[in-house]
């Protein structure tokens, strides 16, 4: 059974506009969120976190967005660039990050110039 | 330049041949993993190990053995390969308890025919 859902498996943006990807889980203890973006032949590489004491975390042209209500997390990135497109991987953690993460099965973001 | 190196990058084997995949970092990191990627199933842990001399079972360690030869050092060994085991298989390494620390290797293509 899932614990982390990334439902679209992919997305499709022109440059310049906003991307959206979403993801939910459903174990209440995760309190830790990550996301990971991993470009062919090459490895994940970390991106964004957020603890669950926060709503939103910002790093530049990304955002991540969290509703531990709805147990919903999502990402933007703005503006989309061609060099975004990518796997993007949603993880959550327990104990504060302190366990090991649980990964979504990823969502292929194609930016279009 | 320091991160973690994985080989070979690319093996073909044959059923019922073995093989090991070697994982090596350089980040003085403590906790070392093994994942496999498929197409639609994101990462799954293979197994990890939280520091030298422990390891343990991931989600999917059935047909895997592993071996953290030192701090440095994590194994994978595949005693009897299997269709099914053809993948991508990535290793990474953090300090304990760090969800956000974990650095990938760039992976190993494998294929089982």
């Known amino acids: 059974d899932q614990q982390v859902k990334q439902n679209s498996p992919s997305l499709s943006v022109q440059e310049g506009r906003i991307s959206i990807l979403n993801c939910d889980y459903t174990?209440?203890?995760?309190?830790?969120f990550l996301w990971y973006k991993k470009y062919p032949a090459e490895g994940p590489t970390f991106l964004i976190s957020?603890?669950?004491?926060?709503d939103k975390n910002e790093d530049g042209r990304f955002t991540v967005f969290l509703n531990k209500s709805a147990k919903h997390l999502s990402l933007h990135i703005v503006p989309s660039q061609p060099g975004d497109s990518a796997v993007y991987f949603c993880a959550a953690s327990a104990g504060g990050g302190s366990y090991i993460p649980t990964f979504g099965r990823g969502t292929s973001l194609i930016v279009h110039p | 330049n320091a991160g973690v190196t994985q080989t070979p990058k690319f093996q073909v084997l044959k059923t019922g041949q073995s093989m090991t995949l070697q994982c090596a970092q350089d980040m003085n990191h403590n906790s070392m993993y093994w994942y496999r990627q498929d197409p639609g199933m994101g990462l799954r842990l293979i197994y990890y190990?939280?520091?030298?001399?422990?390891?343990d079972k991931g989600e999917v360690p059935n047909g895997y053995n592993v071996s953290r030869l030192n701090k440095r050092e994590f194994s994978l060994r595949l005693e009897s390969a299997a269709p099914s085991q053809t993948s991508v298989y990535f290793c990474?390494?953090?300090?304990?308890?760090?969800?956000?620390?974990?650095?990938f290797g760039s992976g190993t293509r494998l294929t089982v025919v």
């Open positions: 174990n209440s203890m995760f309190d830790y």
């Open positions: 990474a390494s953090s300090y304990p308890g760090q969800g956000i620390g974990y650095t």
């Open positions: 190990s939280a520091s030298e001399g422990t390891t």
């Open positions: 957020i603890s669950s004491i926060k």
